[in-house]
């Protein structure tokens, strides 16, 4: 991505935006954002069904993308599941990302970084 202008209060320093970049533009993190976007939240046993992929590759990618905000891991222990429900659900971040494409994505997240320290340093 080579120097990105961040903020001087940035949320991500430029590795994490180099890593975000870097996680998502993988064929698999792809099409994890891609379903969980069309079904808001799936546990990682409903993506290994639903994307017909590797238990351990789907777990090593969300480990990932979790890492770099993309996704985030929720508990929900009200279901008629026995024990809790785990499940995945896509950030702001990981939305932007997929709606934008990886890199316009990331730039598109260090404008909103801007226009917020611009907001909010009046």
Do not use: C, W
Not at 16 to 28: A, F, N, P, R, W
Not at 38 to 58: F, G, W, Y
Not at 75 to 91: A, I, V
Request: proline residues 2%; without cysteine.
């Amino acid at each position: 991505m080579g120097n990105l202008d961040l903020p001087e209060n940035s949320i991500f320093a430029s590795e994490d935006y180099e890593k975000m970049q870097e996680v998502s533009s993988t064929s698999l993190a792809t099409d994890i954002l891609e379903i969980l976007e069309e079904n808001d939240r799936l546990s990682q046993n409903e993506l290994v069904e639903t994307l017909n992929r590797d238990a351990d590759d789907i777990h090593d990618t969300l480990k990932d993308m979790m890492r770099v905000a993309l996704i985030k891991q929720r508990r929900d222990p009200n279901t008629d599941r026995k024990g809790t429900y785990s499940y995945y659900t896509l950030t702001k971040p990981g939305r932007t990302v997929l709606r934008e494409g990886i890199d316009d994505g990331v730039r598109a997240l260090i404008r909103a970084e801007h226009d917020a320290e611009q907001k909010y340093s009046k």
